[in-house]
């Protein structure tokens, strides 16, 4: 197993901003001095508006990935839309630098693959917009990932089914064992059993809380959804009608 991370730690610094502003006013933002990488897979979960998506953007800046997604290579913008939190992160990194890396970003992998159609970039035996969106991922993973890298993930599950999360997770777990480390916003339960991953969720006061897999909101809502779903639906429906 791998032990040597290329990301040890992150710390955020933003003593000489607006509190005021966005995105530091959000309080994952205001109220984190940083976080350590502990483990080859990093999660970070929490709510829609959370900022776990803007720490992510951020963290991948900051390392030296191109905002919309890509390699570090990749050096494209279709409309500008990141904040500048990238400066005020700072990366503590390991001693080995990696061979490859990849940022994915969900919300905007349509742009990163029209970007590698005009480099005449693709993978498997047709472009990248003749896949779907899930195929063309599994496919990114599966010929462009081969070890030894840096891999930073916005939601992923964006582009997946629950059968395509599966075979993430088999190949993040090929890519842990050749040396590789991984950083995941995520709202996948599936995802988050990846074997002793850390995960980090963000509370309402913006913390950064070190949870297991089972006190996750996501693992205790969907079980609780899975084994009661009529009662569920039903509490739902009644409350409707009484409104």
Same mark, same amino acid.
């Given at each position: 197993?791998?032990?040597?991370?290329?990301?040890?730690?992150?710390?955020?610094?933003?003593?000489?901003?607006?509190?005021?502003?966005?995105?530091?006013?959000? !309080?994952?933002?205001?109220?984190?001095? @940083?976080? #350590? /990488?502990?483990?080859?897979?990093?999660?970070?979960?929490?709510? =829609? +508006?959370?900022?776990?998506?803007?720490?992510?953007?951020?963290?991948?800046?900051?390392?030296?990935?191109?905002?919309?997604?890509?390699?570090?290579?990749?050096?494209?913008?279709?409309?500008?839309?990141?904040?500048?939190?990238?400066?005020?992160?700072?990366?503590?990194?390991?001693?080995?630098?990696?061979?490859?890396?990849?940022?994915?970003?969900?919300?905007?992998?349509?742009?990163?693959?029209?970007?590698?159609?005009?480099?005449?970039?693709?993978?498997?035996?047709? !472009?990248?917009?003749?896949?779907?969106? @899930?195929? #063309? /991922?599994?496919?990114?993973?599966?010929?462009?990932?081969?070890? =030894? +890298?840096?891999?930073?993930?916005?939601?992923?599950?964006?582009?997946?089914?629950?059968?395509?999360?599966?075979?993430?997770?088999?190949?993040?777990?090929?890519?842990?064992?050749?040396?590789?480390?991984?950083?995941?916003?995520?709202?996948?339960?599936?995802?988050?059993?990846?074997?002793?991953?850390?995960?980090?969720?963000?509370?309402?006061?913006?913390?950064?809380?070190?949870?297991?897999?089972?006190?996750?909101?996501?693992?205790?809502?969907?079980?609780?959804?899975?084994?009661?779903?009529?009662?569920?639906?039903?509490?739902?429906?009644?409350?409707?009608?009484?409104?």
């Amino acid at each position: 197993m791998f032990s040597e991370l290329f990301i040890t730690r992150m710390r955020i610094d933003i003593a000489d901003k607006d509190k005021n502003e966005h995105p530091y006013n959000l !309080p994952v933002v205001r109220n984190n001095a @940083g976080v #350590s /990488f502990d483990s080859p897979v990093t999660f970070i979960i929490g709510e =829609n +508006g959370s900022g776990k998506s803007t720490l992510i953007e951020a963290l991948a800046i900051a390392y030296g990935f191109n905002a919309e997604g890509g390699s570090m290579n990749y050096n494209f913008s279709t409309r500008s839309t990141h904040s500048d939190l990238s400066e005020s992160i700072h990366l503590s990194r390991g001693i080995k630098r990696p061979r490859e890396g990849y940022f994915f970003r969900g919300e905007s992998f349509y742009n990163t693959k029209s970007y590698m159609e005009e480099i005449a970039l693709s993978y498997g035996d047709k !472009p990248m917009h003749d896949y779907s969106h @899930g195929e #063309s /991922f599994l496919v990114l993973i599966r010929e462009r990932f081969n070890g =030894n +890298g840096i891999y930073i993930f916005d939601e992923p599950e964006a582009a997946l089914s629950p059968q395509s999360q599966l075979i993430l997770l088999t190949r993040m777990l090929r890519l842990v064992n050749n040396h590789s480390q991984f950083i995941i916003a995520t709202h996948s339960p599936i995802l988050l059993a990846f074997p002793n991953a850390v995960i980090y969720q963000i509370n309402e006061e913006g913390v950064l809380d070190k949870v297991k897999y089972e006190e996750t909101e996501y693992y205790t809502l969907y079980k609780y959804f899975i084994n009661n779903h009529q009662g569920f639906i039903d509490k739902i429906v009644n409350e409707k009608r009484q409104v």
